[in-house]
C-alpha cells in the first residue's frame, strides 16, 4: 500500500520555526521527486517546495526562499521542510506529494502527483 504520511504541523510564533515530516511506504522512493504544497482556508493550493530524491535537485517557491529548507532522508524515505523565521501567510495544511522523478518539472509547475499525503496543519499566531 502506498502511503505518504505528513506530520509535525502545530501551533508556531511569528518569527518561530517548525519541521514538517514526509514518510513514504509502498514505492520506490529514491526513483520519484517529492513536494511540498499548502493550500490556506479560502485560496488555491501554491507550491513550496520539491525535491528530486535521488540527485537532490530543490525547487523553492519564492514566498519561501531564503526561510524554508526542503531534505531528504533516503533511508527513512522520508522529506524534510525545514521551517524557519514563519509568517502568519504561512499558515495552512501542508500536503506532500510524489511523482515518478523524471516528471519533477510537471509536480512543481502543474501539481500533478501519482500519490498525495493527508496533509499537516501549520498556524502561524501569536
Known amino acids: 500500500e502506498v502511503q505518504l504520511q505528513a506530520s509535525g504541523g502545530g501551533l508556531v510564533q511569528p518569527g518561530g520555526c517548525l519541521i514538517l515530516?514526509?514518510?513514504?511506504?509502498?514505492?520506490?522512493?529514491?526513483?520519484?521527486?517529492v513536494g511540498w504544497f499548502r493550500q490556506a482556508p479560502g485560496k488555491e493550493r501554491e507550491r513550496v517546495s520539491a525535491?528530486?530524491?535521488?540527485?537532490?535537485?530543490?525547487y523553492y517557491a519564492d514566498s519561501v526562499q531564503g526561510r524554508f529548507t526542503m531534505s531528504r532522508d533516503s533511508a527513512k524515505k522520508t522529506v524534510f521542510l525545514q521551517m524557519n523565521r514563519v509568517k502568519p501567510e504561512d499558515s495552512a495544511i501542508y500536503y506532500c506529494?510524489?511523482?515518478?522523478?523524471?516528471?519533477?518539472?510537471?509536480?512543481?509547475?502543474?501539481?500533478?502527483?501519482?500519490?498525495w499525503g493527508q496533509g499537516t496543519l501549520v498556524t502561524v499566531s501569536s
Open positions: 506529494a510524489a511523482k515518478a522523478a523524471g516528471q519533477l518539472l510537471r509536480l512543481w509547475n502543474s501539481q500533478t502527483a501519482e500519490y
Open positions: 515530516s514526509c514518510a513514504a511506504s509502498g514505492f520506490a522512493f529514491d526513483s520519484y521527486a
Open positions: 525535491i528530486h530524491i535521488r540527485d537532490g535537485n530543490i
